[in-house]
């Protein structure tokens, strides 16, 4: 069965310093992967998604930037955090979500200081 | 462009029902429908097609009424466990592609 990780859980980061978070795919080959951001008061956001190695598209502009080194392998970063950055992080996978919906990975929990 | 989600929150007595309804004005090919308890991530319940509608998950039910652009979720003989965030999808044409944007959540508490 297809499992996702998410890492890590929770993180304090201040103002300006780097962020590198990390999804994992386990169980299928080729998935689509998603980042998304849960701010408080204002729902899902789609950031990222990718459909294969090296293939990113941005859906919001913003101050992060997603990689896909490997198959089943999603990164989000950034290289200097803003307060705005604070949030709950989600990696998604999915075959293909118009039909089948998303699988979310457990999230990372970003408080930004 | 954002769904409307009505009730904002609910509570119930464990064993009654609920709805949960999802508004749109745009036109719509399909609502998605999760729960998130509260820390963790959202879980997939189903989707509602344009022209079908889609049953399953315990006693949880939805209908898509396409004339109005609106989805109910339908919570029978509620369980403490259906306790959580409900959100729906809604998916609509954005130039030439498709895209998904969620409306803003129901918390739903079911006590004993």
């Known amino acids: 069965s297809q499992t996702i990780h998410q890492w890590p859980a929770t993180l304090v980061q201040p103002v300006g310093s780097p962020l590198s978070l990390e999804c994992t795919v386990e169980?299928?080959?080729?998935?689509?992967l998603y980042w998304y951001r849960q701010a408080a008061g204002r729902g899902l956001q789609l950031l990222f998604y990718?459909?294969?190695?090296?293939?990113i598209s941005s859906e919001v502009p913003q101050n992060l930037s997603a990689s896909r080194p490997q198959d089943r392998q999603f990164i989000l970063s950034s290289k200097k955090l803003l307060l705005s950055d604070s949030g709950f992080y989600l990696c998604a996978w999915s075959v293909s979500w118009a039909i089948y919906g998303y699988t979310f990975g457990s999230g990372t929990r970003l408080t930004v200081v | 462009q954002q769904p409307v989600q009505s009730p904002q929150a609910v509570i119930l007595r464990e064993g009654e029902d609920a709805v949960i309804n999802c508004s749109s004005s745009k036109a719509l090919y399909s609502v998605h429908w999760y729960r998130q308890k509260h820390g963790e991530a959202p879980v997939f319940l189903m989707i509602?097609?344009?022209g079908g509608e889609q049953k399953g998950h315990e006693k949880i039910s939805a209908s898509f009424n396409e004339k109005k652009q609106q989805s109910s979720l339908y919570l029978t003989a509620s369980q403490l466990s259906y306790s959580g965030t409900y959100f729906c999808?809604?998916?609509?044409?954005?130039?030439?592609?498709?895209?998904?944007?969620w409306g803003l959540g129901t918390s739903l508490a079911v006590n004993p």
């Open positions: 169980g299928t080959s080729n998935p689509n």
């Open positions: 990718s459909v294969g190695i090296g293939q």
């Open positions: 509602l097609l344009k």
């Open positions: 999808g809604t998916e609509f044409q954005a130039g030439n592609n498709r895209k998904l944007i």
